[in-house]
């Protein structure tokens, strides 16, 4: 914006501080509901050898679902709520800078599997976000998970999530 008005890009106005709050503990309370719920399903309370599967969880939920409701209630009856700005666009920016690609990775994990999408992100955010040369980022992008593919699936034998490059050379 232009600096008569003294706004900068920096300082303008994204979302409040108490919207965040308020959006969060509507968020908290459904997840809350649902915990309750499914753990009702399956048995929240005391048998006769002991609690029944959802006895716990059911409880958790009952705390969250209360904490995030008092969180709710001071939100909106607040005589001075917050009004700060929760992130200005700058910091939403560099959020989305890697919130985007991220999710996008775990797309690709579907798709191709841990081991390729894993040298696909590191070598995207070694390029985009560190500037880093080929020199450098091929040696890590490759580097990294073949040496997770060795730990889990030679040594530890635990199977990851693999697509059709590890099924091409037989695993």
Same mark, same amino acid.
Do not use: S
């Given at each position: 914006m232009s600096s008569e008005t003294g706004h900068t890009g920096r300082n303008e106005k994204t979302v409040t501080s108490r919207t965040m709050d308020v959006v969060v503990a509507l968020i908290f309370? %459904?997840?809350s509901a649902l915990v309750m719920s499914d753990s009702w399903r399956v048995g929240a309370s005391w048998a006769a050898d002991g609690p029944e599967a959802g006895y716990f969880p059911f409880y $958790? %939920?009952?705390?969250m679902f209360i904490a995030s409701t008092v969180t709710l $209630?001071?939100?909106? $009856?607040t005589r001075h709520p917050d009004l700060t700005n929760f992130v200005?666009?700058?910091q939403f920016v560099s959020v989305m800078q890697v919130l985007v690609p991220t999710t996008a990775y775990v797309g690709l994990i579907f798709l191709l599997g841990i081991y390729l999408a894993s040298a696909l992100f590191i070598a995207f955010f070694m390029w985009w976000l %560190?500037?880093?040369s080929l020199a450098k980022i091929i040696p890590v992008a490759v580097g $990294?998970?073949?040496?997770?593919?060795v730990m889990f699936e030679v040594?530890?034998?635990v199977p990851l999530p693999k697509g059709p490059l590890e099924t091409a050379l037989g695993y």
């Open positions: 309370m %459904g997840f $958790v %939920g009952l705390i $209630v001071q939100n909106l $009856v200005d666009r700058t %560190g500037k880093y $990294v998970p073949l040496a997770l593919f040594w530890f034998l």
